[in-house]
């Protein structure tokens, strides 16, 4: 049978993960809910707030009562463009056409909308298991082999947990990689997934010397396992001196939490040239927008290039190495305040042989040890 929610517990969970004290995975088990739905009410939840603030209402529902009969007299341009809608949704996976279902919309239904969307209805009521104790140690567990060998595919890592008497098949372990934003570091056809309708920007920084700071900032995302659940981690860092100038932790990976730490940096400063990954959250309008209305080059790792991004790569290691290992920390809280103190720790206090045993505070600000 489908599941019925009111509008009062909709948004008491939608509250709980934009909070974001417990994980996804805790607000699911807790009132037993598909993880997919927290998301998608989260989501709504966050535009709906928007709204609260725009004022002068009577004049924004005028204004959409025009554009409405002005889109039923255009019934022979909605045709082409239904066309070509279903066209891009051919390149949808089952998971994301899920995503766009509207279960309480009252003017479509779900049938007619499978139709649109080309999705088998069966897909919508399938609620899949959650994630078990024992899938969080295996995803924990491959965290740990991707990050002492991160040139390690599946292939690789299912050997390695069949050897440590671990019998898993490497189809589910490409599906905790998938979950966990995990990519081993060697050149291959797809680094990232990226939005089809999105714009990818060219690689600018190979062969080219960083001779300060400032010249480059680089980001990415990492997965951030806790004893119940798992977060995910983002954050700018300067290349040439290694300073980590902000970062952000989200139980979902929607482009809200990146567009934030940037914003976050740039209070800061601003670089010449920012480089990330091709993935959806980096090469959406949201964030590039903010680098163009900056006035900031923007560079993209270009598909099949193994060390583009070398930099952030590498702290993620010496995060998890030298903290959320140590830690195991167990709720949203406690990892956002532990990250807190070793983010200054790594910044003023851990010496870097590839800076000559400078901190990255000091080599950023070009200050001695005696100036801090």
Not at 58 to 66: D, M, Y
Not at 261 to 284: C, H, M, R, V, Y
Not at 287 to 295: D, M, V, W
Request: with cysteine; proline share 2%.
């Amino acid at each position: 049978m489908r599941k019925s929610f009111d509008k009062e517990f909709m948004a008491r969970v939608a509250l709980e993960a934009i909070r974001e004290e417990k994980t996804i995975a805790v607000i699911s088990s807790q009132y037993e809910v598909h993880r997919a739905q927290i998301v998608k009410w989260r989501k709504r939840a966050m535009e709906g707030i928007a709204g609260i603030f725009e004022g002068k209402e009577s004049k924004g529902a005028g204004e959409k009562e025009k554009v409405t009969d002005e889109l039923y007299r255009q019934i022979g341009q909605l045709k082409v463009e239904n066309e070509w809608l279903k066209k891009n949704l051919e390149r949808l996976g089952v998971k994301e056409k899920r995503g766009l279902i509207e279960p309480d919309n009252e003017e479509i239904s779900v049938r007619r909308q499978c139709e649109l969307i080309g999705l088998n209805r069966s897909n919508v009521y399938y609620e899949p298991v959650g994630i078990t104790e024992e899938t969080l140690r295996l995803m924990h567990r491959v965290d740990e082999i991707f990050t002492e060998y991160p040139f390690y595919g599946s292939r690789r890592i299912q050997e390695t947990l069949v050897r440590e008497g671990v019998w898993v098949g490497r189809e589910r372990v490409q599906r905790c990689m998938r979950e966990m934003g995990l990519r081993a570091i060697y050149p291959k056809r797809s680094l990232s997934k990226r939005h089809p309708g999105h714009k990818i920007y060219p690689y600018l920084l190979r062969d080219k010397e960083i001779s300060r700071p400032n010249e480059v900032w680089a980001t990415d995302i990492t997965y951030q396992r806790l004893k119940r659940g798992f977060v995910y981690l983002t954050a700018i860092i300067d290349w040439y001196s290694r300073y980590v100038l902000s970062w952000r932790i989200s139980n979902t990976m929607e482009v809200t939490f990146c567009a934030e730490a940037l914003e976050s940096a740039l209070e800061k400063g601003s670089p010449e040239i920012f480089n990330s990954d091709q993935g959806s959250q980096f090469t959406s309008d949201d964030f590039t927008g903010i680098r163009l209305r900056k006035g900031i080059a923007i560079s993209m790792d270009g598909r099949g290039r193994a060390f583009d991004n070398i930099f952030t790569e590498r702290l993620w290691r010496s995060v998890k190495y030298e903290d959320i290992y140590l830690k195991e920390y167990e709720a949203c809280r406690e990892v956002c305040e532990g990250l807190e103190k070793y983010f200054v720790f790594y910044n003023t206090r851990r010496y870097h042989q590839s800076l000559k045993y400078k901190t990255p505070y000091e080599v950023h600000f070009g200050v001695s040890n005696e100036e801090k």
